[in-house]
């Protein structure tokens, strides 16, 4: 049994696995199990082959289905990537949130949250660089929705982060937690572009990443403003008597 069969064969067992409610019609089942085997034989090959080297009409043989078909579904390797990704990203978020300790203080949190990703993504550094590539500059303004998807759910977990400091006191109340939650993940994501386009080593990045996140959280933290307010003062009278 040749690659490609091998493949069919896994996405098929895999889709027959699934449980769905028995209202669901014939045309929506066929439509779900089609994209169940596109993403299965996609991210298969993605992780044989490589990225690079996977071509859609290889996608197409895999999951058994016509190339005409698969264009329905997803019109470039990019929409294949997206589609593959969207679900497992969302399934690593949750995983990895999971794992991180609920009393730990907002930096530990971001940075636990945003160091699962980073070794998910060390996996195969080359489809994160597409991927990373995909979700900056989509080529698909039909794929959009799915593009957002990502983002959208790890700045949601960094909202939960942010709400649950200022209730311990850690954070200054006046704060917003969606404006906040942006900014931690608008440093991980930029820095992260520095590693994957290779202008910085896993270790400067991260790094980095770490200096950021803590000059933003600093900075949130209750009596950063009593803190810098009286240097201020102080650099005045210094201005003053010269």
Known sequence: MDTSSKISKQASAKSAKREHPQTEGRRERNKREKVARITAAARTLFHIKGYTE?????????????????????????????????????QLIEE??????????LLEKAES?????????????VIARALIRELSFS?????????????????EKLVHFVSAAQARGEIRADIDPVEAARCLFAIYYQQLQTWLGTYASHSAFKQNM?????????????????????????????????
């Open 210 to 242: 770490h200096v950021l996140l803590k000059f933003v959280v600093d900075g949130m933290s209750v009596g950063e403003i009593r803190k810098i307010e009286p240097s201020r003062n102080k650099r005045t009278s210094q201005t003053g008597k010269k």
């Open 54 to 90: 996977t071509t859609t009409q290889e996608v197409a043989e895999a999951a058994d289905i016509g190339a005409g078909t698969l264009f329905l579904y997803a019109k470039s390797k990019e929409d294949l990537l997206i589609l593959v990704f969207k679900d497992e990203m969302s």
């Open 113 to 125: 949250l945003f160091d699962g990703f980073i070794e998910y993504h060390r996996r195969d550094v």
């Open 139 to 155: 080529g698909n303004p039909g794929r959009r929705k799915d593009v957002l998807t990502i983002p959208e759910a790890i700045v």
């Open 96 to 105: 990895v949130y999971g794992t991180i300790r609920k009393k730990a203080p």
